[in-house]
């Protein structure tokens, strides 16, 4: 498995993440998802997508906060794996990457929403 970051306007987002987050969030369309990613990203919003060769098998949507409870803290919005790839490791593989993101943010706390 390889992950990818996934910035705004990337052909991937609308492909790829949105077919996955609608797992978890069956009521997003690529407008939507567009249209929250164009407004979140400045405010921190990041998806990191695995991928098993070609395929996205799971997502991550995070950011790091800033808040006077833990000072600072990595929030994850979305943690997603495809029904049919659960149990192969691919959520534990994002969430592993978020925790060396967190600790490289000097963030004292993972979230997970």
Do not use: F
């Amino acid at each position: 498995m390889v992950l990818h970051d996934v910035e705004p306007g990337d052909p991937r987002l609308e492909r790829d993440v949105l077919a996955v987050l609608r797992e978890l969030r069956p009521h997003l369309t690529g407008a939507i998802l567009a249209a929250v990613y164009t407004e979140g990203y400045p405010q921190g919003l990041r998806y990191l997508a695995a991928y098993d060769k070609d395929r996205c098998i799971g997502v991550a949507g995070w950011r790091v906060v800033a808040n006077t409870s833990a000072i600072r803290k990595l929030y994850v919005d979305d943690l997603v794996t495809l029904a049919s790839e659960r149990s192969r490791g691919v959520g534990a593989l994002l969430l592993a990457e978020l925790i060396g993101r967190a600790r490289s943010a000097g963030c004292h706390v993972i979230d997970l929403d």
